[in-house]
């Protein structure tokens, strides 16, 4: 089969890979139907040194279950599937505390003989944990909104659930990108009142407002902070969801949040150290958030997409073929792209 691979530091390459086989009773094989670019793949994409590769890229796909070993009981061959961007077995004691990040026996996609999501098939071990049947056909409309839930969605939900955003809430968004929208989403959906969406690309943030964000804030830096709390009356927000991961985020993210509020960060963290200094102890503010569990949240956000609630697909606003993936990633890092679809 053909698949991704990423050599080193803008050097992504489709090359022809062993073909996924049954290697335990509990795989699964599925046939991707969609994938995507993640912001994430972007910090290898800036650099990953040639030494650490190559690496089999992508963990966001789903697609049609080809084989099932014979422990597989939830889904069978010919059934629409979607899998998360961990795999996991769904009943060890941290996936029932809903911390499937840190399943016992998972793991990521693309490591350790597992294959990734950017191909035409993948393995899938753990595949009664790790899968969803999705209640459509295979040439469904709903597909690309579907396959929000494998990352973006569950992770701006994260943001959201883990700041405990409540009805009536402020709520700022640092980041206009696919998390940041779909923690918009989230934020409207757990009811706040208010949304202040931070983001200087006008195609985004007007994304940003037909999802829910009632305010939008272009300015970075100090004139961010400003602006936050002027709109604020000068208190700031309550609950910031921290979408970036760059140290000028989580400190803006610190320089809007009111005292006793909380930070909610889920963006793949660039930096070694949190500017979490003594001023901001003296003002109680709460730091959570992190790697977001998808699997815990599938199911609860996916009844919105199937009656159309809401329509997450659209942060996909470019789509490319395997042959064209190198342009995909090359689309979203130069910010051409908001988040790329991918169809084998």
């Given at each position: 089969m053909r698949a991704t691979l990423m050599y080193a530091a803008g050097d992504v390459r489709v090359e022809t890979v062993p073909d996924p086989k049954i290697q335990a009773p509990t795989d699964a094989v599925v046939r991707i139907l969609l994938s995507c670019v993640c912001g994430s793949d972007l910090w290898p994409y800036?650099?990953?040194?040639?030494?650490?590769?190559?690496l089999l890229m992508g963990h966001e796909f789903?697609?049609?279950?080809?084989?099932?070993?014979?422990?597989v009981t939830s889904v069978k061959p010919g059934e629409v599937v979607l899998a998360p961007f961990l795999w996991c077995d769904n009943t060890c004691d941290f996936c029932q505390e809903g911390l499937h990040n840190s399943c016992r026996h998972g793991g990521?996609?693309?490591?350790?003989?597992v294959d990734g999501g950017q191909g035409e098939y993948a393995r899938v071990p753990h595949a009664d944990g790790?899968?969803?049947?999705l209640p459509v056909p295979e040439d469904s409309d709903l597909l690309p909104g579907l396959l929000t839930l494998s990352d973006v969605l569950c992770t701006g939900y994260h943001a959201a659930h883990s700041a405990r955003v409540q009805p009536g809430d402020t709520v700022a968004v640092v980041g206009d990108g696919a998390v940041g929208q779909g923690a918009v989403i989230s934020a409207k959906k757990l009811g706040a009142e208010r949304i202040i969406l931070?983001?200087?690309?006008?195609d985004?943030?007007?994304?940003?407002?037909?999802?829910?964000?009632?305010?939008v804030v272009a300015e970075r830096g100090a004139e961010a902070v400003a602006r936050v709390r002027d709109l604020t009356g000068g208190d700031g927000v309550a609950k910031v969801l921290e979408c970036v991961g760059t140290k000028d985020a989580v400190t803006t993210a610190f320089g809007i949040a009111r005292n006793g509020g909380t930070i909610s960060r889920v963006g793949v963290p660039q930096y070694a150290e949190v500017p979490f200094r003594f001023p901001d102890y003296w003002?109680?503010?709460?730091?959570?958030?992190?790697?977001?569990p998808a699997r815990a949240y599938i199911e609860r956000l996916m009844p919105d997409v199937l009656d159309g609630t809401i329509d997450p697909g659209r942060v996909f606003d470019r789509t490319v073929t395997l042959d064209d993936i190198a342009d995909g990633y090359r689309a979203m890092n130069d910010r051409e792209a908001l988040k790329v679809l991918v169809r084998p």
């Open positions: 800036k650099g990953l040194d040639s030494a650490a590769g190559p789903l697609g049609v279950v080809e084989e099932t070993g014979s422990a990521p996609w693309g490591a350790n003989g790790t899968l969803v049947k931070m983001g200087r690309h006008s985004r943030t007007d994304l940003g407002r037909d999802f829910g964000a009632t305010d003002r109680n503010i709460t730091l959570t958030g992190g790697i977001a």
